[in-house]
Every structure is written in structure tokens, then in C-alpha cells.
């Protein structure tokens, strides 16, 4: 079935390690994954999709938990949440369309995913774009006052279950709507489609959506910051060619005090063997934000590499 933000797409869904993985096909090229973030779900590559979708067969998931893929149980680990895992669901995915190799570009939680497919995974990405993150062991290990009250739902979703979706649950729109706008640089929902931030209302609402979307929050605060804890310095660096962009009032941005966050192409140099990038007119969601500079940022590093 095709979509409205998505004409002439149609829709592919897989079984993996528990969980059902949705995902919306479309266009012609070499393949390319596009990965959301939170609290949103695929619809946030529309605006983006038509041209991106001239050049490349493009695959656009749900991650676990989000979204129309599944929610799988969680354990005491969080692992069945962990970017490792997301990565694992993402190479069954694309294995199942017949791609072994293909390039990448992730936002936000879908950006850890790619980085982790790139290094659990080395030889399946052409490349990688990660867009307005930095590691999550650079986020955990460069915590200060200013960016912990920047990202306080880093804190707060990786609570113990029943904490933080008893209090979202009694609001869940007015908490992602707070969310969405608070990480825009207007402060305000006017770079939203209405018919994509309905696709995020209807599937926010969802305790068990909720649920899962504070669980990828706890495999943050636990196992991925342990799988990247694992990695030593200096070695097991991502080999493909990968691309940064932030955006100038996003997320990593405006934090000069915390070393560790204040310069993102700085800080993916210690985890990449060949990195550029830099940031365009944005808040955190760049593309609905910026969705010109944004591709005018993309592409050429795509045509160079995405092949």
C-alpha cells in the first residue's frame, strides 16, 4: 500500500528475533536505509524521500518499538532494546530485499543504530550519514548541568518501569508535541507536516509504544553505553566514509563546556576512519526542518559513495 506522504511506495514487513519490523519501499538505485528517530517514526523522511528517492531505492523502517513494527518484550538487560539489536533487525531487513551492502543515513536513535551496524557490521555499509548525534559514551561521559537539562528525557525515559510512562501516559500528546517543539530552533510545531505529526500522535498515544520507547531509552543509559564502553580508544574504528550533520541550534550544539559534545565532527573522529561534515539552518530535526540544505549536504556525499 502506498501512503500519502509516500506515493508510490509500498510496504515490506519481516520477523526478527521477536520482533516484526515494518518498512516502506520506494524508488530506483542503489539501495539506501533511512533510519528515524525519537519520538517519531519513518514519516519523518517525507519531505526528503522524493528527491532522495530519484537516486536510490530507499528503505524506510520502524525501528523495534516504534512506530508499525512491534514492541518485543523487554528484560532485565534492556539488550532486546539495544542499538545492537536494532542493528541486527535492520541487516535482516534489507537482507530480505536482497541487499548485502547498501548505504545508511540515521537520525538521532536511528543514527545509533547506523553507527552500531557500521561497527558490528564493518564491510555492509557503503557509508554512513549521522545526522545531530554524537556516541552515546561521549553523551553519558560528557554529562554536565547544561546538557543534562538539554536532554533531560535521556535522565528521565531511562527511569525504572512504571515511572516515566505512568506520568506520560496521562498526556502523551501534550509530552510529545513539549518534545517535538522544544528540539525545533523556532520552539514551535510550524515545520511539521499535519499528516506526519499525526502519524507520530497516533502511534505516541500507544502505552505500549510508550513502554518501548522508554526501553530504548534504558538500553541507552545500560548496554549500548556498555558496547561502546567495550570499544577501546583509538581501535575498531567505522571504516566506511561517513558524513555529520547537525544542526546549528540541534541537539549536540551550544555546549562549549562539555568538551565532549561541543564539536561533533571532533568527536566522530575518534570513532571513524574518514569523517567530514559540518551544520546547516536547523534545530534537531533537519529534515523537516531545512530540508533544502539538508539534501544539498547529503547528496553529494551520496553520489560519491552510496554506490
Not at 110 to 123: E, Q
Not at 246 to 264: F, K, L, Q, R, Y
Not at 274 to 284: P, T
Request: overall charge negative; aromatic content about 8%.
Amino acid at each position: 500500500m502506498s501512503h500519502p506522504l509516500f506515493p508510490g511506495t509500498r510496504e515490506h514487513r519481516i520477523s526478527h528475533d521477536g520482533a516484526e519490523i515494518f518498512a516502506r519501499v520506494g524508488g530506483n538505485g542503489p539501495p539506501l536505509l533511512l533510519l528515524h528517530g525519537f519520538p517519531q517514526t519513518h514519516a519523518n523522511w517525507h519531505k526528503v524521500a522524493p528527491a532522495l528517492m530519484q537516486r536510490f531505492t530507499c528503505v524506510l523502517p520502524d525501528l523495534r518499538g516504534y512506530g508499525y513494527s512491534s514492541c518485543p518484550p523487554n528484560d532485565t538487560t534492556n539488550r532486546p532494546y539495544s542499538k545492537r539489536v536494532m542493528a541486527a533487525d535492520m541487516i535482516a531487513l534489507m537482507g530480505s530485499l536482497g541487499h548485502q551492502r547498501f548505504a545508511a543515513a540515521g537520525h538521532d536513535r536511528g543514527a545509533r543504530v547506523t553507527y552500531r551496524m557500521a561497527l558490528d557490521h564493518p564491510g555492509t555499509l557503503t557509508c554512513a550519514a549521522l545526522l545531530d548525534i554524537v556516541p552515546t559514551h561521549a553523551m553519558w561521559h560528557g554529562m554536565n548541568r547544561a546538557l543534562a537539562m538539554k536532554v533531560y528525557h535521556w535522565l528521565f525515559l531511562a527511569q525504572p518501569n512504571p515511572l516515566p510512562e505512568m506520568l506520560i501516559e496521562r498526556g502523551p500528546i501534550g509530552f510529545l508535541d513539549y518534545t517535538l517543539a522544544s528540539w525545533t530552533k523556532a520552539r514551535d510545531l510550524s515545520c511539521f507536516d499535519a499528516e506526519a505529526l499525526a502519524e507520530y500522535r497516533l502511534h505516541y498515544a500507544i502505552p505500549e509504544h510508550i513502554h518501548a520507547t522508554c526501553n530504548d531509552y534504558r538500553a541507552g543509559q545500560t548496554c549500548d553505553l556498555a558496547d561502546d564502553e567495550a570499544r577501546p580508544c583509538g581501535r575498531r574504528k567505522i571504516k566506511c566514509p561517513v558524513l555529520v550533520i547537525s544542526g546549528d541550534a540541534g541537539i549536540p550544539a551550544h555546549h562549549s563546556d562539555t568538551v565532549e559534545t561541543s564539536d561533533p565532527v571532533s568527536v566522530w573522529r575518534q570513532w571513524c576512519e574518514n569523517v567530514r561534515g559540518g551544520a546547516i539552518d536547523s534545530g534537531h530535526f533537519l529534515m523537516e526542518e531545512n530540508p533544502q540544505a539538508f539534501l544539498a549536504a547529503l547528496l553529494p556525499f551520496l553520489d560519491a559513495h552510496a554506490v
